[in-house]
């Protein structure tokens, strides 16, 4: 059995880290064997009770990555999210954008004040209809030099395996995104520096729409022919709508616009793809996201993308397909044969 020693807590129960990492699913539990693995001391803020419990007392999460076995000299969980940010200098949010609200909802106006707070979330916040970044500027009035976005192409799944994996980390702060990025750095993970924290972030939301619509196509028996077709087409859409809600130099064909999309599209990790392929093969909506066990974050993205796009007017027909499936009952035999008449 794992020991149980911690990292040195301060006298307010706090532990003296060098990162925070709040949320609980596979890509938090994938990071934090990332920073461990690097040496790094890591205060796990985690929600949710029994997977709290369990990390807490046997160094590995319940339900996801469950072959992870952390070092407990240099993991400490927590279930306060205000001790949990204030131990660490750099906090990392990787929670379902859907639920992030929830997660900081202990949290002071001034707790995150002079922190550099990443964001590990692909998607878009419900009712407010923006991205993390944005999200943190609004509410918790954050610089925007102080935020940093990690973004892939990246599974969980490949991540914790050791497979060579390339991240990205954008800020306007170049010099703080490196020095986030030098904490993962390893023999499989490569990094990559970004400005465009922004657009790297929409573009992370999008793809997950993508990857429903080249589900729905799989599970309608398209071919890889069109499905080639249908993400080449979206990179552009993508590429139309990131420019529109930030117009910077950029080139789409980087990884974290188009690898993140097509890893997204084709691979087997891909909780969006299997979302839509279910939908494809005659699963209701609600039928598919009960089947789910992990948050596939292009259900609600789809959503608020849609009412975001009613005021910019990008032409994005993929995404508008795919929200009409989701959203409307619209029939995705026939808004798919639809969609294929518009492809290029």
């Known amino acids: 059995m794992p020991g149980t020693a911690f990292a040195e807590l301060n006298k307010d129960g706090s532990a003296n880290s060098d990162v925070t990492i709040v949320g609980s699913g596979s890509w938090a539990t994938a990071m934090a064997m990332v920073l461990t693995a690097n040496g790094h001391r890591v205060t796990w803020y985690i929600d949710r009770p029994d997977i709290y419990r369990h990390v807490r007392r046997y160094g590995r999460n319940p339900l996801y990555l469950s072959t992870i076995e952390f070092d407990q000299a240099l993991i400490n969980p927590s279930d306060n999210i205000r001790s ?24 002071e106006d001034d707790d995150l004040e002079g922190k550099t707070v990443c964001s590990g979330i692909k998607g878009i916040i419900p009712v407010d209809n923006c991205v993390t970044g944005e999200y943190l500027i609004r509410r918790y009035r954050i610089a925007e030099e102080k935020i940093v976005i990690i973004t892939g192409p990246s599974h969980a799944e490949e991540v914790s395996a050791e497979k060579l994996t390339y991240l990205t980390f954008a800020s306007r702060d170049s010099e703080r995104a490196a020095v986030v990025a030098s904490l993962f750095s390893n023999r499989w993970i490569r990094t990559l520096i970004s400005e465009d ?46 420019s529109t809600i930030s117009p910077l130099k950029r080139e789409i064909t980087e ?78 035999v026939h808004e798919m044969k639809s969609l294929s008449k518009k492809l290029k």
């Open 84 to 107: 949990a940010v204030k131990s660490s200098e750099v906090i990392i949010l990787v929670t379902p954008a859907a639920y992030l609200k929830a997660a900081l909802e202990g949290l």
């Open 197 to 242: 924290f922004i657009g790297t972030e929409y573009a992370a939301v999008m793809k997950n729409i993508y990857a429903i619509a080249a589900g729905i196509a799989s599970g309608l028996a398209y071919g890889d022919n069109f499905i080639a077709v249908l993400l080449a087409n979206a990179a552009g859409e993508m590429n139309r709508f990131v």
């Open 255 to 332: 990884s974290p616009y188009l690898g993140d999309l097509l890893v997204t599209g084709y691979s087997q990790f891909s909780r969006n793809r299997n979302l839509g392929f279910m939908i494809g093969k005659g699963y209701s909506v609600k039928n598919a996201l009960m089947e789910m066990n992990q948050v596939a974050e292009g259900y609600f993205a789809s959503s608020c993308i849609h009412e975001v796009n009613e005021k910019l007017k990008a032409d994005i027909p993929i995404a508008e397909t795919v929200y009409r499936i989701l959203y409307t009952t619209a029939n995705p």
